[in-house]
Every structure is written in C-alpha cells, then in structure tokens.
C-alpha cells in the first residue's frame, strides 16, 4: 500500500472511531472526515476534476431520491400503517415479530433493490418498535 492509500485509510479510521464514540454529530463527523479525505487526496497530486470524475453519480442521486421518499412517506404516516399491519400477527410476541420483520424483508427484497431496502425497513423498524416499547436496535441490526 503506498502512502497515499495509508493516508485515507487512517482518516477512514480515525472518523469511523469518532462516530462510534457517540460525542459528536455523525452527519458533521462524516463530512469533516470527508473533506480531510478530500484534502489528504488533493495534496497527494490527484487534481479536483479527476476526483469528481470518480465519484459513482448514479449510486447517490439515487440514494438520495430514496431517502428523499421515504421522508415524505413517513410525514404521510405510511410507516405507521405499515407497522400497525406488520405488527398486528405477532401479537406482541417478540419472537414472531422478528419473524414477521424477516419474511416482510424477504418478500419486499423481490420487488427493490437491497438499499431501497434497508432505507425503507429501518424507519418502519424503529415504528414497531416504539410503538410497542421495545429497544429497535436488535431488530434493526439483524
């Protein structure tokens, strides 16, 4: 590995340890950690445009547009419809309702993409979960 390469994988590093403190801002840490990324590469010779020539447009105008999405969806209250028909054949068992989270992913994953995915079960995750006053981050974790 040359040193360039050491050199974004150290602030690689150093950011992902800092957002996992919990202390700062993980959207101000991410960018921050971004633009020293930015600032390691541009010293290392690589010139701006061949940076953004790099950058994969595609992947996050589309990311974006999905989270844009389910924002308005869920001020529409979709997830909240979506987690009161979801939750209601577990009858608040715990177990069927990891069960019905996995066979809702399952049949969701033929029709959209794994991001699409990911971005729509984690705010309907976290609803059921509120609702029936359990601690989310195990479900949304597996």
Known sequence: MDALGAAILAVF???????????????????LGMG???????????????????IEWDTILFVTSMMMIVAVA???????????????????DHRRLFITFIVFVFVMSFFLDTTSTMVIMAPLTIQ???????????????
């Open 36 to 54: 020293f990324a930015g600032v390691v590469l541009w010293g290392g010779g690589h010139p701006f445009h061949e940076l953004v020539l790099g």
């Open 74 to 92: 869920g001020g529409s209250g979709m997830f909240q419809f979506l987690a009161l028909r979801i939750s209601k054949p577990s009858g608040g």
């Open 128 to 142: 059921v979960c509120k609702a029936l006053d359990v601690d989310f981050k195990p479900y949304l974790i597996s």
């Open 13 to 31: 590093i150093g950011t992902y340890i800092i957002i996992s403190t919990e202390r700062v801002n993980r959207t101000g840490m991410a960018l």
